[in-house]
């Protein structure tokens, strides 16, 4: 008898295993599995259960196979009908999950993760690695979406120990990726886990100026921490900086026209381009050598290509003008790595080409930036008639409406005789007048009513000329509507000193180069000193002349670091996937005929 219930008790023990190898554990519920019926059959299956918890997971499989082929209107169809109140917390988990991952392919990060904030989430520690690593993936995804770029981080070091092969190497890399673009302010190096690890790694290497400093610092952060994945496995970007140190820049070709209508501007691209070498060669560096190319005398570009291989080009820095570097973005590929001074239409070009320019469409998207960083969400918008206009105002427009902002009218300035009528027009003061006659007609009599202004408007985006703002504004304080800020790109300021001119301006915030806000920079007075006309307006072409220059050894690095910046004269510079170098720049505000510095936009 005894045996015989040991017997009984070993095949319970034995049973009691087998059903706990199969699911979580008996109160988190059995999850789907990979079904050999079809989705048609799952859900004949479910209408045909003998329970309604049986009929709820039979929908879920099918709801699961659904999104694996490809079908997420079907999956979200079918998963609306399984009742959540009706599965296991195991199940609910792997419900929520399948959700998030069905929002993301709507790309609505915000629902994803509202569908991860279920309460059995608390249970996912519980739950096979298989599951903890697709909520945790799709959870980092979402995270990413949302602009939450440390707890993102954070969900894909968590998964990590659990991937293996292609997929621990993608997720890898996609770490390095998030670290990587975090400000320097939000990285807290203060822990010994992994995640702070990377973080380690990130301020050691964003910490570091020249490519040879970054590869010390990162090879005495493995030295440190020998045992951290990132160690053991550098990310390949950083892979790419280590190669970048490597093939130091030795010769630089400057191609800029000395003729023609463009050759003021290529003067001052060049004077600023050599002070910032001559600056490097004072400061005890080695720099590169440069060769001197008249883009103006050109008659091929694969002429000159040729031409600067035989000299030992390894980078070109120019050409400045637009048709040449629309050719250049073109071709399939460039014979040597080239940095042009201005931008092509398209997005996309060869590998070896990078773009970088005075874009007015940065400034309007720093304008945005701004008045969002200012709490602002409603906008109305006045830029000059023609091409350029149009580009300043898609660009803002893109800008502040992807990140939840409103337009509320849009004028285009024109002849100066219309303005007062076209701010009367954007602020409905016409309308305001006309109920005030009605007002008096109806009375009989004269009734004092000044005209009211919308309400609605919290903000104008201004991208115009000096001569065109100093109209502009008095109009605004005469139209009654001179308490409404106004947002301006750096073209409304000339630089001349004119108080008179700056008064008419009053309360106008505009951004601008460092150049032209920071006259203690030493470079800057050694340039002003020599040039005066660096000093106005044309200081912008010389700070980005000392840009170039600075860029040339850096763009591989900016390359192999997402989001990384050098604090440049002509702005904050970045790169975007493209290739193509973005600024951001500093504020300052027009106050009682003065230029006055504003504290920098929140990066």
């Not at 849009?410 to 076209?422: H, I, W």
């Not at 001569?467 to 800020?485: C, E, H, M, R, S």
Request: hydrophobic fraction near 40%; charge should be neutral.
């Amino acid at each position: 008898m005894i045996a015989c219930l040991r017997l009984f008790t070993a095949l319970c023990l034995a049973a009691l295993l087998a059903a706990c190898a199969s699911s979580p554990s008996s109160s988190l519920g059995e999850l789907p599995r990979t079904p050999d019926a079809s989705i048609e059959q799952l859900l004949e299956q479910a209408t045909q259960a003998k329970t309604p918890e049986k009929a709820a997971l039979l929908r879920l499989s099918a709801a699961d196979l659904a999104y694996r082929q490809g079908n997420a209107g079907q999956s979200a169809q079918i998963l609306q009908q399984v009742p959540m109140e009706q599965l296991k917390p195991g199940q609910q988990i792997f419900a929520s999950t399948l959700n998030a991952e069905l929002a993301m392919t709507r790309n609505q990060p915000k629902a994803a993760l509202t569908a991860l904030s279920h309460p059995s989430l608390q249970h996912l520690g519980e739950m096979p690695e298989e599951q903890q690593v697709r909520t945790g993936t799709v959870h980092a995804r979402a995270l990413e979406a949302d602009g939450q770029t440390l707890a993102a981080a954070r969900e894909r070091v968590f998964i990590a120990p659990m991937l293996q092969g292609e997929a621990a190497s993608k997720n890898h890399e996609a770490i390095w990726t998030l670290i990587g673009s975090l400000p320097t302010d939000q990285l807290q190096p203060n822990t010994t886990d992994d995640l702070g690890g990377w973080m380690g790694l990130a301020m050691a290497v964003k910490s570091a100026g020249t490519l040879e400093q970054q590869q010390a610092a990162i090879d005495t952060w493995r030295a440190q921490n020998p045992k951290h994945p990132a160690a053991i496995n550098l990310p390949l970007p950083l892979t790419k900086l280590k190669e970048l140190a490597s093939q130091p820049l030795s010769k630089i070709a400057l191609l800029l026209p000395q003729d023609g209508p463009l050759a003021a501007v290529g003067k001052a691209l060049r004077e600023g381009f050599m002070a910032a070498h001559y600056q490097a060669q004072q400061a005890g560096q080695k720099p590169p050598a440069i060769e001197f190319y008249d883009s103006s005398k050109l008659t091929s570009m694969d002429e000159f290509y040729r031409k600067a291989q035989a000299d030992g080009v390894q980078l070109v820095v120019g050409p400045l003008e637009k048709p040449l570097v629309k050719q250049l973005s073109t071709r399939p590929q460039l014979p040597i790595t080239t940095l042009a001074l201005n931008y092509s239409e398209g997005d996309q070009g060869p590998a070896q080409l990078f773009q970088f320019g005075l874009a007015a469409e940065d400034e309007a998207r720093e304008v945005s930036r701004r008045a969002r960083a200012d709490g602002l969400h409603r906008a109305a918008i006045m830029v000059p008639k023609g091409e350029w206009g149009d580009r300043v105002l898609r660009a803002f427009s893109q800008d502040w409406q992807a990140n939840g902002g409103s337009i509320v009218a849009t004028e285009r300035v024109d002849q100066p005789v219309q303005l007062a009528q076209q701010i009367a027009d954007m602020f409905q003061l016409r309308q305001s007048e006309a109920r005030a006659k009605s007002l008096q007609n109806a009375a009989g009599t004269n009734v004092a009513a000044q005209p009211s202004r919308r309400q609605d408007i919290e903000f104008i985006f201004l991208a115009a000329t000096p001569q065109q703002a100093q109209q502009i504004k008095p109009t605004l304080n005469f139209q009654y509507a001179g308490d409404v800020p106004v947002y301006a790109t750096s073209h409304v300021y000339s630089a001349s000193g004119d108080v008179n001119q700056y008064n008419d301006m009053n309360g106008i915030r505009f951004c601008e180069t460092p150049w032209l806000l920071d006259s203690s920079d030493p470079l800057r007075q050694q340039v002003v000193a020599q040039w005066p006309q660096a000093a106005g307006s044309l200081g912008r072409l010389y700070a980005m002349g000392v840009d170039a220059y600075r860029l040339a050894p850096r763009l591989g690095q900016l390359k192999a670091l997402p989001d990384s910046r050098i604090d440049g004269e002509s702005g904050s510079l970045g790169m975007t996937q493209t290739q193509r170098v973005v600024r951001q720049l500093p504020w300052a505000q027009f106050v009682s005929g003065q230029v006055q510095r504003l504290p920098d936009t929140p990066r």
